[in-house]
């Protein structure tokens, strides 16, 4: 089954604590991006891909870097979380040319405390 | 960046009456805009994609218009069933086309279609 796989689906951490959000698809998308959702402000894009080892910024990068260094895979990483990095995250991918729009994965729902 | 809106009330429908979406953008007119249907707590489901030289696509039901002059689009859903009650997100690529930039989304619209 074509899909974007996100681990954990939930997360409760602490404040510092460095964690990583997996996310994989096997639909050999060239393009990749993260996103985060909350009330009231939709979903906003944090970093970027369009193929290995190139990735840019969103526009909500602070606190966050990614990789993406095989294909099919492009963590994003929390160096020192905040509370204010509580929120619900998206990986999603595409291919080049997305007339067939980007496929989500299921989320990631970070709770920092 | 783009500024999309998108009605932000709940927009309440009655059944197997037609359902408009309206997306309104404010800078430049993208290469292509699309739809996209979310469930409370579920990744946002791609639905439609129109590009800019073309006027109007169609996916049973679906509807999509695209006018550049106006800088908006119409999302329609004829015949609307309860099942089609959630919210529709629109969203603009960021750069010349392909995706390549990611897309800006429009905050959703909650779509409710009522028995």
């Not at chain 2, 629109?90 to 995706?99: P, R, Y």
Request: charged share 20%.
């Amino acid at each position: 089954e074509a899909q974007v796989t996100q681990n954990p689906r939930y997360l409760i951490t602490v404040t510092g604590k460095k964690l990583t959000v997996t996310c994989s698809q096997n639909m050999n998308h060239e393009y990749m991006s993260w996103y985060r959702q909350d009330p009231g402000l939709g979903l906003r894009q944090i970093y970027y891909s369009m193929n290995v080892e190139v990735t840019d910024k969103g526009d909500v990068p602070e606190g966050y870097k990614v990789s993406r260094k095989e294909k099919r895979n492009f963590p994003l990483i929390l160096e020192s979380p905040s509370p204010n990095q509580t929120s619900l995250y998206f990986c999603a991918s595409s291919y080049r040319d997305s007339y067939y729009g980007y496929t989500f994965g299921s989320g990631t729902r970070l709770t920092v405390v | 960046s783009q500024k999309i809106e998108q009605n932000s009330e709940a927009l309440n429908i009655q059944e197997g009456k037609t359902a408009t979406l309206t997306c309104n953008y404010t800078n430049y007119s993208p290469a292509y805009l699309q739809w996209y249907r979310q469930d409370p707590g579920r990744g946002p489901v791609f639905l439609l994609l129109i590009r800019e030289n073309e006027k109007e696509k169609r996916k049973e039901r679906l509807k999509v218009t695209f006018d550049t002059t106006l800088k908006q689009s119409l999302f329609h859903i004829t015949a609307s069933q309860p099942a089609d009650s959630a919210t529709y997100l629109c969203a603009l690529d960021e750069g010349t086309g392909g995706g390549a930039d990611g897309l800006t989304f429009g905050k959703g619209t909650h779509l409710i279609i009522q028995p």
